[in-house]
Each structure stands twice: as structure tokens, then as C-alpha cells.
């Protein structure tokens, strides 16, 4: 009887990278993070602008 735990159909390579693919991934995650910083951003300033400047004066 054979386990399935014998034969792995995936087997695991290492994967190494050339310097130039590493710059290329660097530069992407780069631009995905500063593409989400500004998606936030644009979430807030649009918050804002739809409570209106009345928000800003309310009693403390």
C-alpha cells in the first residue's frame, strides 16, 4: 500500500533571483506601497471634503 505522503507532487526548488529581477521587485513593491499610500490618502481628503468645513467648528 502506497501513502500519498510518499510522492510529492510539488517538489521544492530553490529559486534564486539575478540582481536584476531583485531591482525590478524592489522597484515594484515600491510603487504597490505608494499606490496604497495615496489610495488612503485620497480616502481621507475625501472624508473631509464631504463632512464640509463645518466639522472643523465644533465645541470642545
Do not use: C, E, W
Amino acid at each position: 500500500m502506497s501513502s500519498i505522503v510518499d510522492h510529492d507532487p510539488f517538489p521544492r526548488q530553490d529559486v534564486s533571483l539575478t540582481p536584476a529581477q531583485q531591482k525590478s521587485r524592489r522597484a515594484r513593491n515600491i510603487a504597490i506601497g505608494v499606490a496604497l499610500g495615496l489610495f488612503a490618502l485620497l480616502f481621507y481628503v475625501v472624508t473631509i471634503v464631504k463632512l464640509g468645513p463645518g466639522v472643523l467648528n465644533r465645541p470642545l
